[in-house]
């Protein structure tokens, strides 16, 4: 059932929703599945503001209830902006949607952003609590719902060759990229003033670390994975030096993948003074005896080379080398990484004697992919997701004191970066700014080039 | 497999790369490095036949920008990518993808390479024709470790050769070196069997081929001895003379296939010494892809430094960067040099 201003029929919603299941479902389209779908589909036009529209909304969800046996068991997807929250919240309330009665559940899912700090997000959860119970809540964030993120847990805890070495003593460190190749696109109201940390790094990046250092879970269940997340991120350390640990650029003008881009300060609908990051790089350490003095960066986004997202576990080079420099003078650092998006996988690095008389020492791949080995097509993230929430089983959504502590790691650096200089220029096409290069050589290291 | 793409991008190139490798069921991260070649139209398909041949020792993800010359205005200012991507035994054991290059994204390809390259593994760029004459800070050399030119295929190989020097950046390497990696082999094995002490050689060869000279003037650097660079009607190195205080030591090539080495009181020896073909020369190049410090060192003892029998004359001018105790050597023995010169005419043909 669709909710919308847009004046629209039954039938205008129902063939937006076929146009878009046809090109784009992962499996082919069946017209007898589409007949089924079809029968409970519904459109209703109205106003977040108006209390006739929600009674509308209510008799049709009344309606439909009884028509299709769904035994008053509804979810509600909130895919509205942020200022819309508290009416459509209290519209809910006030028209009897949002009770539970007799054996009955009522759902929300909301979508990022949660909020755009600390105190916006403790608001916004305030609004949303009032009406809806934390387990009622389902806060989607779609790179949980992708199988890499979810095969971390297996990778980490189904397995024993990789834990024995999942910590400070062999790690060097831990690279968490996102890049995108494609700039803002139309989405010029809603990026500029929010960037690139709070889009990504604030959620995304900092669930992909989380599930990369948390501790064992004592079961895979969601207050069990919650509990060792919420953990591991309240034991986040900032770097004392923020000016010096991290970084934000701006896209300038540039070439991208053989077609020409323009700067992000050019894009239409930026104000062309603005200090909005397009991209962010940050330095972050945890205090637990797991992972201190350990650095974990975390660096995120548009218009950088090509799309990827990877998360590379880099380790100690080899205490004591018996070879001698020349051997091993092609010789990376050993490390796994998980890709996360595409080409879905996980490579490991280490080096291999090069064949031949004398004795050579090169990187070399050994690779998992989950195209070759599993040729089952995996379900998208949100339709994963979805499927989650119609079950209840929360266990890949974050929860509010997920969301508020990420925002405790993410707000001092905001702060600084609104008080300090502007963002870094780098041109498109690229993979950032030097200055985040510099970030990392001034720690004798260097990102990966995903 | 093969597929082309017109009016592209490196996303939509990416995509069809993994598409097309699953399509076939080969994982891609077998591949050691990304090999990009750099080439026109005209050479596209002889270098990208001898990539796909050493792709067979290294397998690599092949790119071939091939910059298309734009006969109007109007087709300059368009901008075009064509692609063609080729998997599995279309592409030797790896991926090629061949990136047609139109109108202004002649001058960005660096913005379709970057994308294209393999994660972490190393970059090679080579230029079979035309490289630039910094590779080090060309756009596309700048994404490399290992930069490949070849002297041999330009208008004015000895020039060219200093100026190499100039520019030298560590990773930078030339197939004309590579060339003579067989000959440096035979010639210091010569040396190792015999307590002789070098007092001045000959490199004779083709004219243009600078190969000879590097050979020259690697010898003239690991010795620290005059050596003279002489011409013959080739094919490439035809001889090298080494005088030694217990007589001459010459490896002698005259066909370009079977040399002779002749040492002073041992029976003659044939030695297979054959020419290579380019994807022989390219294969050796990917072998090691740490910088080679014994090819900057023989490239920057000076070409004008070397000794020449007249018909080529050497370049002019006085070099800066070379160093100091070299030059205090090159002095000393150059009239021990022109002593034996008669010596060196008399075994020339």
């Known amino acids: 059932m669709g909710f919308a201003r847009r004046e629209w029929a039954n039938e205008d919603f129902a063939q937006e929703v076929h146009d878009a299941v046809k090109e784009h479902a992962r499996t082919p389209f069946r017209e007898e599945v589409w007949q089924q779908l079809i029968q409970g589909m519904r459109f209703v036009q109205g106003t977040f503001d108006d209390d006739e529209s929600f009674e509308r909304l209510r008799g049709t969800i009344e309606e439909l209830d009884k028509a299709q046996g769904t035994g008053g068991n509804f979810a509600f997807y909130l895919s509205v902006p942020p200022r819309s929250f508290p009416v459509v ?119 992909l670390m989380a599930l990369t250092a948390m501790e064992e879970p004592a079961s895979f269940d969601a207050d069990a994975l919650a509990a060792e997340k919420t953990k591991v991120l309240g034991a986040v350390r900032l770097p004392k030096d923020l000016g010096r640990d991290t970084v934000r650029g701006q896209y300038a003008a540039g070439w991208q993948g ?75 650092s050993n490390a796994i990484v998980i890709r996360v998006q595409p080409d879905e996988g996980v490579t490991v690095r280490f080096g291999s004697k090069v064949p031949g008389t004398s004795m050579e020492i090169r990187d070399v791949s050994m690779d998992f992919a989950y195209g070759e080995s599993f040729t089952e097509s995996s379900p998208e993230a949100y339709e994963r997701l979805i499927l989650d929430v119609l079950l209840g089983d929360s266990n890949l959504f974050p929860r509010t004191e997920e969301v508020e502590l990420s925002w405790k790691i993410l707000d001092p650096i905001e702060e600084y970066w609104d008080t300090n200089g502007r963002p870094a220029q780098y041109p498109a096409g690229t993979w950032g700014p030097v200055e985040a290069d510099e970030m990392l050589e001034r720690d004798g290291r260097s990102w990966r080039r995903p | 497999m093969k597929t082309d793409l017109t009016d592209t991008t490196a996303s939509k190139i990416n995509k069809e790369l993994v598409r097309g490798r699953r399509a076939i069921g080969t994982p891609a991260v077998g591949m050691v490095l990304t090999l990009v070649i750099v080439t026109d139209e005209e050479n596209a398909y002889d270098a990208l036949k001898a990539a796909s041949d050493a792709s067979r020792e290294h397998p690599s993800r092949t790119l071939v920008v091939i910059k298309r010359v734009s006969r109007s205005p109007r087709d300059r200012t368009q901008s075009r990518l064509d692609a063609e991507v080729r998997v599995g035994a279309d592409a030797g054991t790896g991926e090629t993808v061949v990136l047609r290059l139109h109108g202004e994204v002649v001058d960005h390809a660096q913005s379709v390479v970057l994308p294209l390259l393999l994660p972490d593994a190393p970059v090679v760029v080579w230029w079979p024709v035309n490289a630039p004459l910094d590779p080090a800070n060309d756009p596309l050399g700048a994404l490399a470790q290992r930069r490949v030119t070849d002297t041999y295929a330009c208008e004015q190989p000895v020039k060219e050769l200093a100026a190499r020097a100039d520019a030298y950046t560590p990773g930078d390497t030339d197939l004309s070196w590579t060339r003579i990696t067989p000959w440096r082999s035979m010639l210091a094995a010569a040396l190792d069997q015999v307590a002789c002490e070098v007092q001045g050689v000959e490199v004779e060869g083709e004219e243009f081929n600078p190969s000879c000279e590097l050979l020259a003037m690697w010898l003239a650097d690991r010795l620290d001895v005059p050596v003279r660079r002489s011409h013959s009607a080739g094919p490439g190195l035809t001889a090298v003379r080494m005088d030694t205080d217990c007589g001459p030591i010459v490896l002698d090539r005259a066909d370009g296939s079977l040399a002779t080495l002749s040492i002073q009181g041992q029976p003659k020896r044939a030695v297979a010494l054959k020419r290579r073909d380019t994807a022989e020369l390219i294969a050796e190049e990917l072998r090691r892809l740490d910088p080679d410090d014994t090819y900057a060192s023989a490239l920057r003892y000076g070409v004008e430094r070397l000794k020449s029998d007249g018909s080529g004359s050497p370049a002019k001018g006085e070099r800066e960067a070379v160093p100091a105790p070299v030059e205090a050597a090159a002095k000393a023995p150059a009239d021990r040099a022109t002593a034996q010169a008669p010596v060196n005419e008399a075994a020339a043909k």
């Open chain 1, 258 to 332: 053989g077609a020409k881009a323009v700067g992000y300060l050019e894009e239409e609908g930026i104000d062309p003074s603005s200090k909005t990051d397009t991209y962010a790089a940050i330095r972050l350490g945890i205090d637990n005896r797991r992972w201190a003095g350990v650095p974990f960066y975390l660096r995120t986004g548009k218009r950088l080379g090509r799309r990827v997202t990877e998360i590379a576990v880099v380790f100690q080079r080899a205490p004591h080398s018996p070879f001698d420099t020349t051997a091993t003078e092609e010789l990376g």
């Open chain 1, 89 to 207: 919240i209290q519209q809910l309330k006030k028209h009897g949607l949002a009770d539970q009665t007799g054996g009955s559940w009522r759902r929300a899912v909301i979508e990022k952003p949660f909020g755009h700090d600390l105190k916006s997000a403790e608001e916004l959860n305030a609004i949303v609590h009032e009406v809806f119970a934390p387990d009622q809540v389902f806060r989607i964030d779609h790179y949980l719902g992708k199988e890499t993120v979810q095969n971390i847990l297996a990778l980490r805890f189904a397995n024993t060759m990789f834990e024995p070495i999942w910590n400070r003593s062999f790690v060097d460190h831990v690279q968490i990229t996102m890049a995108e190749d494609i700039g803002i696109g139309g989405r010029a109201g809603y990026y500029d003033g929010i960037g690139a940390a709070r889009d990504v790094i604030q959620n995304h990046l900092l669930q």
